[in-house]
């Protein structure tokens, strides 16, 4: 089965860094995405790891280490409009197919 | 682009009722999902599809039922409706494994 784990709640000021973190117990990884979903409404893409290191965009980075199950997305130069649910999400093979599962996702609010 | 479009964006059924999600994306995706997300929580998945005739269980299949006839349509079958099923409904779609996936904007379902 698989398992994703991040925690529920973060708060940051406007203008700081916050790192978001995710741990995954999986059998069969093929890669981990990261999603925003603002109240409401759906989610949308952020980043896309499936080899380990850093990828960068923008003011967000998002990091993979398969070999610790780890995964972190690092937000800078925080805005309000930041204050989002972020979502960690791990795709796995199942069965002969790729399933995508997703943790619960931490919500992140931003206050001045 | 119309993208991942799901109908209808709101319903309210009563204890036992039957009904169908539709889901339809204009992308050519060959992957499609169908989640649930309860209040405050993550998405569950509850079923996927890698192509057209192929279909398989996710996390949550109990209570429903799937199909997919075309690369397009994935629609979500409700039999019975039950009030653990209130929920909202996600449908998404992919190209592949390792692209990201594109989020229709959610059915808020409500079970009476």
């Known amino acids: 089965g698989q398992n994703i784990d991040q925690p529920t709640e973060m708060t940051a000021t406007e203008g700081a860094i916050v790192q978001i973190n995710c741990t995954y117990q999986?059998?069969?990884?093929?890669?981990l995405f990261w999603y925003q979903q603002h109240a409401g409404e759906a989610p949308t893409f952020l980043s896309y790891n499936v080899l380990d290191g850093l990828e960068e965009k923008g003011r967000f980075s998002s990091f993979l280490s398969r070999s610790k199950g780890y995964s972190y997305l690092l937000l800078k130069e925080l805005q309000m409009k930041d204050s989002a649910s972020y979502l960690c999400?791990?795709?796995?093979?199942?069965?002969?197919?790729?399933?995508?599962?997703f943790g619960a996702g931490t919500r992140l609010a931003v206050h001045p | 682009n119309a993208g991942v479009t799901q109908t209808p964006k709101f319903r309210i059924l009563k204890i036992g009722q039957s009904m169908t999600l539709q889901c339809t994306q204009d992308m050519n995706h060959n992957y499609m999902y169908w989640y649930r997300q309860d209040p405050g929580m993550g998405l569950k998945l509850i079923y996927y599809s890698v192509g057209a005739g192929i279909t398989d269980k996710g996390e949550v299949p109990n209570g429903y039922n799937v199909s997919r006839s075309t690369t397009e349509d994935f629609p979500l079958r409700l039999e019975l409706a039950a009030p653990s099923q209130t929920s909202v409904y996600f449908c998404a779609s992919s190209y592949d494994r390792n692209t990201e996936a594109f989020f229709g904007q959610g059915t808020r379902l409500t079970v009476v």
């Open positions: 999400a791990v795709r796995a093979v199942s069965g002969g197919y790729n399933k995508l599962i």
């Open positions: 999986t059998s069969g990884f093929n890669g």
